[in-house]
């Protein structure tokens, strides 16, 4: 178990971080505290000491992940996990001017479970490809493939909302 | 058109998250659809800060449940310690009953083969019980404290 004085400068730093990413997948406040509170609470009884505060981190989004897939798994977690079929969303979106107000919750609830987890950790996280495909357990070239479709997505359903206009229109 | 994942997109979201796209990568992000995309997400996902409304729970209350739940699981291993100690202790106890009575320190063949099989026929079932209790403690540890 990590000395306290580390689990709480952890704790500061990363918190708000982890309830945002939480918050962002399952997209329900009531189960967000409790994924996040398991989630510390798997680090401090489960993580090997030796771990780097960056793997510490990282572990903390596997975590939170893999509790989330085992709650989706139960039926307790809505949504489909990967995207039902494959989407032809490779075509270049431009975004240009990004509108004040852009509902990113609704965007990313258009999403599946994996694909709002891999958005929100490129994305809002800054977490490299190879970090998230150890995060989500799936390959880095998989993650990279995947990230790239959720992202069009994601573009797609914020224009679709008339929220962004095209910078070459 | 068609597009395709850029190689400096990694670059280009750390840029855009540290405040400093400019220069050379700037330029590149110009030119080209994907990193322009990339940052944009970032810009958009940065700004808009999901979920921080929600109140987390202080490291105190996280510190006390997990203090609680290393204590519990120490206390779970020292109860199977013990009681693989009484097993190995009882049987250890029989074994070396069969070697020295009734005829003292003399071990003849025919009670080497009874101290055989009589080994054989206790050891299985202790080693199927320690099994047993080894599969319990561990899936209990695996165990997620969430439950819906």
């Not at chain 1, 962002?24 to 993580?47: F, K, M, N, P």
């Not at chain 2, 003849?108 to 403690?137: K, W």
Request: net charge positive; with cysteine.
């Amino acid at each position: 178990m990590i000395d306290r004085s580390r689990f709480e400068s952890i704790y500061r730093e990363t918190s708000s971080k982890v309830t945002r990413y939480v918050g962002s997948v399952i997209g329900r406040s009531s189960q967000v505290e409790d994924i996040t509170q398991e989630a510390y609470l798997r680090l401090l009884t489960s993580a090997p000491d030796r771990l780097s505060d960056r793997q510490l981190k990282s572990y903390l989004f596997t975590t939170a992940t893999n509790i989330i897939r085992d709650l989706w798994r139960r039926g307790a977690v809505t949504g489909d996990w990967m995207p039902l079929d494959q989407e032809n969303t490779t075509h270049a979106v431009s975004m240009g001017a990004v509108a004040e107000k852009v509902d990113v919750t609704k965007a990313l609830e258009s999403l599946s479970i994996m694909q709002r987890s891999l958005v929100w950790l490129a994305y809002a996280g800054g977490y490299s490809h190879r970090e998230i495909a150890e995060i989500t357990g799936i390959r880095e070239k998989s993650a990279k493939v995947l990230l790239f479709r959720a992202r069009q997505k994601f573009i797609s359903r914020i224009r679709g909302d008339g929220a962004l206009t095209e910078r070459n229109s | 058109m068609k597009t395709m994942p850029c190689r400096r997109e990694e670059e280009v979201v750390a840029a855009v998250i540290r405040g400093n796209l400019d220069g050379i990568l700037s330029e590149h992000v110009a030119s080209c659809v994907s990193c322009r995309t990339a940052a944009d997400v970032t810009s958009l996902l940065q700004r808009d800060h999901v979920g921080k409304e929600i109140d987390i729970r202080s490291s105190n209350m996280i510190w006390a449940r997990a203090t609680l739940l290393v204590r519990a699981r120490r206390r779970r291993a020292q109860r199977l310690g013990l009681i693989v100690g009484i097993l190995c202790g009882a049987l250890a106890g029989y074994l070396t009953g069969l070697l020295v009575l009734p005829s003292g320190t003399k071990v003849s063949l025919d009670r080497t083969a009874v101290l055989l099989s009589h080994s054989l026929v206790l050891l299985s079932p202790t080693i199927v019980i320690l099994a047993a209790v080894a599969v319990i403690v561990f899936w209990d540890s695996r165990a997620p404290a969430i439950r819906h």
